[in-house]
């Protein structure tokens, strides 16, 4: 299955036009980027909406995520490296897209983190995995 995991609406708009055909998924996070500059001949940047439409028209499935309110609902406000791309993972092992399970991704993630950060980064990966199961 081709999946692209989007971290911002607009780049991951990009990339979709550019790889990945008219075939497969995108989650995206809906939290977007405003360029300082938008070159000639557009005079604004789109918003999530347009891009999720856009997308909608072209790949067979499209699952917006808002990972920027679930990492501060996972006690991160300032939105730190680490926690929004966990909230995304999160996202994506819910969709039941890969081969392998969110319980056995879950299982890694207890291992690899840090004890300090492991309570925060482990419910921002399962508030993801929870916005997309609904979706799968």
């Not at 299955?1 to 809906?30: P, Y």
């Not at 999720?52 to 499209?62: A, P, W």
């Not at 969110?102 to 995995?129: F, H, M, S, W």
Request: aromatic letters at 4%; charged letters at 20%.
């Amino acid at each position: 299955a081709n999946i692209l995991l989007g971290m911002e609406a607009g780049h991951a708009a990009r990339l979709a036009a550019e790889q990945m055909g008219s075939h497969g998924t995108a989650i995206i996070n809906t939290w977007q980027y405003h360029p300082p500059y938008v070159p000639p001949p557009h005079t604004k940047y789109p918003t999530v909406e347009k891009v999720l439409e856009l997308l909608g028209g072209l790949l067979d499935r499209v699952i917006p995520v808002d990972a920027a309110g679930l990492a501060k609902e996972a006690g991160d406000p300032k939105l730190a490296q680490g926690v929004l791309e966990l909230v995304m993972l999160g996202a994506l092992m819910g969709t039941g897209l890969l081969p392998f399970s969110a319980n056995d991704t879950e299982e890694v993630l207890i291992r690899l983190c840090q004890p300090e950060q492991q309570e925060k980064e482990l419910l921002a990966y399962r508030l993801g995995v929870q916005a997309t199961a609904t979706a799968a």
